[in-house]
């Protein structure tokens, strides 16, 4: 194996390692109401995958688990702590339904580097948007909990949250960023609601534009507040660019997004791809990968061959910079897009 690669930053791998979940989001392919076979990726190919990523010199890569509910997956314990003691930062996604007691919080506390809950709103339409009574309130319960552990132990982990922003709570960003901050967050990113895998969901509750563009301007203000708390709002100049372009149902061609150097995406049945959605085109078995430096180079010439839909619209928020930190959501985005 090569484990040479040739970017700065370290490696994102994000593992939808099932498509279990116990709530049912009105938005999401993964509700529990959906009448399907629920997959978990098999031992393995996420022992290979571990592997492979134990392989890559420095920086440690991050492997990040998401699902369904990835914290309610049997072995997410069993496979994180493997991956830490190869060197490997390991994070999830969770709709914090798990993290009600102190030894669930502690599990976190002593396997994970990082855990992002979603909330979307501090208040019963939460509850109501996923099916869970009493939800909202038990995320921000749980996440003050884990502050104050985390506190207690002297543990790294970061907390994160995520918001999915919609047109029955766009409004209340900033009561709910507020919220988290007092709760013991670290960072918060938000996403425009997808509209592929439930298009009724979509039309109720997608964003307007001219909702966002109130959301926009209030942003600047808000991320200086919460700044002050230490608390970090990511996205950048382009990513708002990227939303409104989405809202006005403009194109987002991309012509290079460097696939694989940075980021991979591994899906509940193995198949590794530069992002979720171009695992048809130009996903890869994960047991016929034997170095991920090697990746760029065939995900390239994949893409050469037969180019994926998704990238004359790339929805993949990581690449339009849904995470990036400490430039102002204000700046002036790309001209041809000014006009979204
Ligand atoms: S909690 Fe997450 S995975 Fe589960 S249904 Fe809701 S959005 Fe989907
Ligand atoms: S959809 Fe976007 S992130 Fe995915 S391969 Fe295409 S350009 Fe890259």
Redesign the pocket.
């Known amino acids: 194996m090569g484990g040479e690669r040739s970017a700065a930053g370290p490696l994102v791998v994000v593992c939808r390692v099932t498509t279990a979940c116990n709530l049912a989001c009105g938005f999401c392919a993964y509700d529990r109401r959906l009448a399907f076979a629920r997959t978990t990726l098999d031992a393995r190919r996420i022992g290979h995958l571990i592997d492979l990523l134990a392989a890559l010199r420095a920086p440690a890569p991050l492997l990040s688990w998401l699902g369904g509910e990835p914290l309610r997956w049997r072995d997410w314990r069993r496979w994180s702590a493997c991956a830490r003691a190869r060197g490997i930062r390991v994070s999830a996604t969770s709709n914090g339904s798990t993290l009600g007691t102190a030894a669930a919080r502690a599990e976190v506390l002593e396997r994970l580097d990082e855990l992002t809950l979603s909330l979307d709103v501090a208040d019963a339409r939460h509850d109501a948007l996923r099916g869970w009574p009493g939800g909202a309130l038990r995320v921000l319960t749980a996440l003050r909990a884990l502050a104050r552990e985390r506190a207690a132990l002297g543990s790294p982990l970061r907390l994160r949250a995520n918001i999915v922003l919609m047109r029955s709570t766009i409004g209340d960003f900033a009561t709910l960023a507020d919220a988290l901050a007092a709760a013991g967050v670290d960072e918060i990113s938000f996403n425009l609601l997808g509209g592929r895998d439930r298009p009724e969901f979509h039309a109720r509750e997608s964003v307007l534009p001219a909702q966002f563009a109130h959301f926009q301007r209030e942003l600047p203000a808000l991320r200086a507040r919460l700044r002050d708390r230490h608390v970090v709002v990511a996205g950048d100049a382009q990513y708002a660019a990227r939303l409104r372009a989405a809202l006005a149902a403009l194109p987002w061609?991309?012509?290079?997004?460097?696939?694989g150097r940075d980021?991979l995406f591994v899906d509940e049945h193995g198949l590794l791809?530069?992002?979720?959605?171009?695992g048809a085109e130009?996903g890869i078995d994960l047991l016929d990968v034997d170095d991920l430096a090697a990746l760029p180079a065939r995900?390239r010439a994949a893409?050469t061959l037969r180019c994926?839909a998704?990238?004359s619209d790339?929805?993949?928020t990581?690449?339009s910079g849904k995470f990036a930190r400490g430039v102002d959501f204000m700046q002036v985005p790309r001209p041809a897009l000014e006009s979204a």
């Not at 061609?253 to 696939?259: H, I, K, N, T």
């Open positions: 061609p991309v012509a290079d997004c460097d696939p980021f791809a530069p992002c979720a959605f171009t130009y995900f893409r994926a998704a990238c790339c929805p993949s990581q690449v």
